[in-house]
């Protein structure tokens, strides 16, 4: 078993912090095989600074190790102040383990949620996978979901990093809209990358 490490102490936290906002690509269901991942690094919510990307398997179960990796062989990786997430499913229902990616990263996650999740209808469709249990102790353990009043209503959850400070990290990195700037220019960039022209908001 993995010991615990205490949540980050911020003295205090920079105006320009780098944030790496997280996001998947649109895809199709139960035909792509691979789903691209696309992270960015903000000042706060001001500047880019950097783009990662990687690849991970539809519905598959890759997600945590994929991002993992795509944090910790960056360049950028001593930089990085706090990794923020849209949502913790990604490519469908490939479920990420916050607690390890903060873990493994020592970099603190902060995931983004536009809606409270049902979590009933997901326990519902997780239970078509063989590991589904495994699959739900991962939602589990991203633990309390957190409002947030931002530019409009928005839920987080968080690992390795206080509710104080994520909350005036994630306003700090709202700038154009309800959604976190790192977050937002992640989905433009990959729905664009996968459909030559981006659309939708994260």
């Not at 789903?35 to 500047?47: D, E, N």
Request: aromatic share 6%; charged share 25%.
């Amino acid at each position: 078993m993995n010991e615990e490490i205490p949540n980050k102490k911020f003295r205090k936290i920079k105006k320009e912090i780098r944030i790496l906002g997280v996001d998947d690509g649109p895809f199709t269901p139960h035909r792509e095989e691979k789903v691209l991942i696309i992270g960015t690094i903000f000042r706060a919510g001001i500047w880019l600074d950097g783009v990662l990307s990687t690849q991970i398997t539809n519905d598959g179960d890759d997600a945590t190790d994929k991002l993992v990796g795509m944090v910790n062989q960056s360049h950028h990786r001593e930089q990085i102040g706090v990794i923020m997430l849209d949502g913790i499913t990604f490519g469908g229902f490939n479920v990420v383990d916050i607690q390890q990616i903060f873990q493994k990263t020592q970099i603190p996650v902060i995931v983004i949620m536009r809606k409270q999740p049902d979590l009933l209808k997901i326990r519902n469709a997780l239970q078509n996978f063989s590991n589904w249990e495994e699959r739900w102790k991962r939602i589990q353990k991203a633990g309390k979901i957190k409002i947030i009043h931002n530019k409009e209503l928005i839920y987080i959850q968080t690992s390795g990093i206080s509710w104080e400070d994520a909350e005036e990290i994630v306003k700090l990195a709202t700038t154009r809209s309800a959604i976190p700037e790192p977050i937002r220019a992640a989905h433009i960039i990959a729905s664009g990358v996968i459909t030559g022209d981006s659309r939708g908001s994260a």
